[in-house]
């Protein structure tokens, strides 16, 4: 998974889940070295590396060993944005969860999600993962689960009958198993390869309370465009996003020069870039945005070292790129902000 770009605002949707337990957002990626607006929105990218300090700061001990099966248990299928919305569109629960498995990519891009139908039982298993650590801790397998079967209810409209969840981690001490099984109500099986919820076959054919065909074909668009465009991200797309972001500040950043550390001409970038349905230099200017923006809402943002910064000659370009960008000057924007310190 090394090289990839995943989409921030999904796994992502499992870190959205953890993050409604924090007050300040903003702290925890901070804690994990990264700025809350270079992973905010749903268009934001993170590398796998980010994604395991992310998650790894958000479900660190908190002196509440029952920090994930809490997180995970308020789920609903609305925090899922547009995917949530076309598998509850769907007509039973089996289609529903054949769109989670077509669009695993977008909620859990580094685990394996499948389902196995036996003549007495079906299973959902999680597992995978194993390059990143986080997902062989006790709060991220409690999350997964919890948020699995909250999920679950939520598209069935409250109740989803389990006969036995399994997870990867060791049983919890006695005294807190109550909880679990207060939430599951089923057979609780700790130790196990895989994280993974079993149920009877007849439930695959539920009907679900918000059944939408006429949005289906709307949802469908949006959340393939999301697909295409994480898939644009972790090919030549997000090779030369990373290199723009860390090429700020480090001379001009033209074609040739990316194209150059990425080992290829600058028209056979321009051209692997046209086929993923991108361009350079809005690559560029997005990436000077973002950053242009995040400076400035920090009361101390030195103008013209900004626009040096980002490469423009002088602060008369840079003013008038920004205002392209965003419709006012960069004064403007940060007059409107609240300093960030």
């Not at 770009?5 to 409604?20: F, H, Y």
């Not at 809490?70 to 076309?86: E, N, Q």
């Not at 950053?291 to 920090?298: D, F, G, P």
Request: with cysteine.
């Amino acid at each position: 998974m090394d090289g990839q770009w995943l989409r921030a605002g999904n796994a992502p949707g499992l870190l959205d889940i953890v993050l409604r337990g924090y007050p300040d957002k903003a702290a925890v990626c901070q804690a994990a070295g990264l700025e809350a607006d270079a992973v905010a929105g749903c268009g934001a990218m993170v590398t796998p590396s980010q994604l395991e300090a992310l998650l790894g700061t958000a479900l660190a001990p908190t002196g509440d060993p029952l920090f994930g099966l809490r997180a995970g248990r308020d789920s609903h299928y609305r925090d899922l944005g547009p995917l949530g919305g076309l598998m509850a569109a769907s007509e039973t629960l089996e289609q529903a969860l054949l769109v989670l498995l077509r669009h695993r990519e977008l909620l859990l891009p580094y685990l394996a999600l499948a389902l196995h139908r036996e003549e007495h039982q079906c299973t959902l298993t999680v597992g995978g993962g194993e390059t990143l650590a986080v997902t062989r801790t006790r709060a991220h397998n409690d999350l997964l689960v919890a948020a699995l079967v909250a999920l679950g209810r939520s598209l069935l409209g409250g109740r989803m009958p389990i006969q036995r969840v399994a997870f990867r981690h060791s049983c919890p001490p006695a005294e807190q198993l109550a909880e679990y099984r207060s939430f599951f109500r089923c057979e609780l099986d700790f130790g196990q390869p895989d994280n993974a919820l079993v149920f009877s076959p007849a439930l695959l054919g539920h009907s679900l309370p918000a059944v939408d065909a006429a949005r289906r074909p709307d949802l469908e668009r949006t959340v393939d465009g999301q697909r295409q465009a994480l898939r644009r991200a972790g090919g030549v797309t997000g090779q030369v996003l990373e290199q723009l972001h860390s090429g700020l500040g480090q001379g001009p950043l033209t074609v040739d020069v990316v194209a150059d550390r990425l080992d290829m001409t600058a028209r056979t970038l321009q051209r692997r870039l046209q086929d993923e349905g991108a361009q350079f230099a809005r690559l560029r200017d997005q990436v000077r945005m973002e950053y242009a923006c995040r400076r400035l809402r920090h009361g101390d943002c030195d103008m013209p070292e900004l626009a040096r910064r980002l490469g423009f000659s002088d602060i008369a370009n840079f003013y008038h790129a920004f205002r392209r960008w965003t419709g006012c000057t960069p004064g403007a924007y940060r007059g409107n902000q609240a300093p960030d310190r």
